[in-house]
């Protein structure tokens, strides 16, 4: 399953196609949908449509799943409309962005259409189908979260942070970026913590913003595990732990944070939470270099030219 699929189905039906059994049962399903959509059925179009996608019960067609998803959205299926957009902007249709910009209007006034609401404001923002236009995307981006979208709060957030389409406002950017973390959003909670960290917009908070950066870091988010390990390695808002500090280092590198590879580096290079080990530091100095951290770049090479 791929997590284009994955990604949309958790945001759209909360999970539901990806978790029905009914949907493993894929011989039954696809004569149960096919019999659904030819009556006019579009909620049984669509799901036809995701079965040609992913290409369970029946050979993969793109162009099939396409026409099923057209058949849905213009039956008034929200969902048909934000699987559809998303198909023309990723080639698999016809890739025409100011079509899948009249489909992600479609997906966003129909339905619960919080993820069209949310695709259309990164439309407009990004100039992609349409003229850039900030305030249409804070907009668009405002109706998302509203709906529950916590990509639209975070984004909506931003938009008050860099003063774009909206006048900056900080206690806003915090409300918007809470929101967006407590529905889970990663990048959210990072932003967040960073924050009460620095107390931009809020009293500021460190230890508070330690737990943040642990959310952010359990959520995937990179940026949040290398702020962790720092604040492990000096002991700013939790206890100073070394070895922790190691721990969210390598998790924020695996995740491609280049400064956590740096900060790994260093850390192998001095024997810091870890056995010293010059070759371990010259790996995580080069993966910090590959990432374009002009100070591992420097470092490495430093240490190879001591090293000869």
Not at 22 to 40: H, L, P, R
Not at 282 to 300: F, I, M, P, S
Request: neutral net charge.
């Amino acid at each position: 399953m791929t997590r284009r699929y994955v990604l949309l189905a958790l945001l759209l039906m909360g999970g539901v196609l990806v978790t029905n059994p009914v949907w493993a049962e894929s011989s039954t399903a696809i004569q149960k949908w096919k019999a659904e959509c030819d009556k006019g059925n579009v909620g049984g179009c669509f799901k036809l449509g995701v079965m040609y996608d992913l290409g369970q019960g029946v050979k993969q067609d793109f162009f099939q799943a396409v026409d099923l998803f057209r058949k849905a959205c213009d039956g008034g299926d929200a969902t048909g409309c934000a699987l559809l957009s998303l198909m023309d902007g990723k080639g698999h249709g016809v890739q025409d962005y100011s079509k899948a910009v009249d489909l992600y209007r479609k997906a966003c006034t129909r339905w619960r259409g919080e993820s069209g609401c949310y695709h259309l404001g990164l439309m407009y923002a990004n100039g992609r189908g349409t003229m850039k236009d900030f305030f249409q995307a804070v907009n668009f981006y405002r109706q998302a979260c509203d709906g529950g979208h916590t990509a639209g709060c975070y984004n909506h957030g931003l938009m008050y942070a860099n003063s774009e389409g909206i006048k900056q406002d900080l206690p806003k950017v915090i409300d918007y970026y809470r929101k967006g973390c407590d529905g889970g959003h990663a990048a959210g909670c990072y932003n967040l913590g960073f924050s009460y960290a620095i107390g931009l917009g809020v009293k500021q908070d460190v230890p508070h913003a330690a737990d943040l950066y642990r959310k952010a870091c359990d959520g995937g988010e990179p940026e949040g595990c290398f702020s962790l390990g720092g604040m492990y390695k000096n002991g700013r808002g939790v206890e100073q732990n070394l070895f922790q500090a190691v721990d969210y280092y390598r998790k924020g590198c695996d995740g491609g944070e280049s400064e956590g590879c740096f900060e790994l580096g260093l850390m192998f290079y001095g024997g810091q939470g870890v056995r010293q080990s010059v070759s371990d530091a010259l790996e995580y100095l080069g993966r910090a270099c590959d990432l374009k951290n002009q100070n591992g770049c420097a470092t490495y090479a430093g240490l190879k030219l001591a090293g000869k």
